[in-house]
């Protein structure tokens, strides 16, 4: 089934610690995103890839980087954990342009 | 800042139509309107978007003003499995408004 595939489902992490939230995508799209969900805020975009081999910050970007090495995946590395960093997290992806996202099932991360 | 205005939250009873508003008065000339929704604990799901004509798929119908401020989203038998928060979106296709940014939404409850 086409779509998009996120891993770990669930993580819990100690504060400090190197973590890397798994996305690939079989649906050849162009575009990929990670999101954050936390209670009272929404989701929030973190960054974006338009393209593979290109990378771009969205609105709550700091402690969090991401690469593009090709088109299916699109990882989101969390370099020192911290405990705001816990929430749920989403990746989308999207064809260029204006077609709707697909959005995986999410990853739901405690850093304590 | 938000660029479209929903009401926090609704309810319909199980088979009967549910028309979900949203208020989009600042919308450019090439932004779109498009709906997802997100079930508990799921990733948002795409439903449907249009620019000024009315669009219809197999989830649901999208009425938009002739002045563009304002749209209506219409699950045509709501079903208990509609129960979620439906986001109104505003996006252009291209450049730097293109990024899906996500408000509070709506939180439809149907009842049986």
């Known amino acids: 089934i086409a779509g998009i595939t996120q891993a770990p489902t669930s993580q819990i992490l100690a504060a400090g610690r190197r973590m890397t939230l798994r996305c690939t995508q079989d649906?050849?799209?162009?575009?990929m995103y990670w999101y954050r969900q936390d209670l009272g805020l929404g989701l929030r975009l973190i960054h974006y890839?338009?393209?593979?081999?290109?990378?771009g910050k969205g609105e709550v970007p700091d402690g969090y980087s991401v690469s593009r090495a090709n088109t299916d995946d699109f990882p989101l590395t969390l370099a020192s954990a911290v405990p705001s960093q816990t929430s749920v997290y989403f990746c989308?992806?999207?064809?260029?342009?204006?077609?709707?996202?697909?959005f995986g099932s999410g990853t739901r991360l405690t850093v304590v | 800042d938000a660029k479209t205005t929903q009401p926090p939250s609704m309810d319909c009873a199980e088979g009967r139509a549910a028309n979900l508003p949203c208020n989009h008065s600042?919308?450019?000339?090439?932004?779109?309107v498009y709906w997802y929704r997100q079930i508990h604990s799921q990733g948002p799901q795409y439903i449907i978007h249009?620019?000024?004509n009315n669009e219809t798929n197999e989830m649901a119908s999208l009425i938009i003003t002739e002045d563009r401020k304002s749209s209506t989203l219409i699950l045509p038998h709501a079903t208990l499995r509609d129960t979620a928060v439906y986001y109104c979106?505003?996006?252009?296709?291209?450049?730097?408004?293109?990024?899906?940014?996500f408000g509070k939404g709506i939180t439809l409850s149907v009842r049986p």
């Open positions: 649906m050849r799209h162009n575009a």
């Open positions: 249009g620019l000024k």
């Open positions: 979106i505003v996006r252009a296709q291209w450049g730097a408004n293109s990024k899906l940014t």
């Open positions: 989308a992806s999207s064809p260029t342009g204006g077609d709707g996202y697909t």
């Open positions: 890839s338009n393209t593979a081999g290109t990378t």
């Open positions: 600042t919308i450019s000339g090439n932004e779109y």
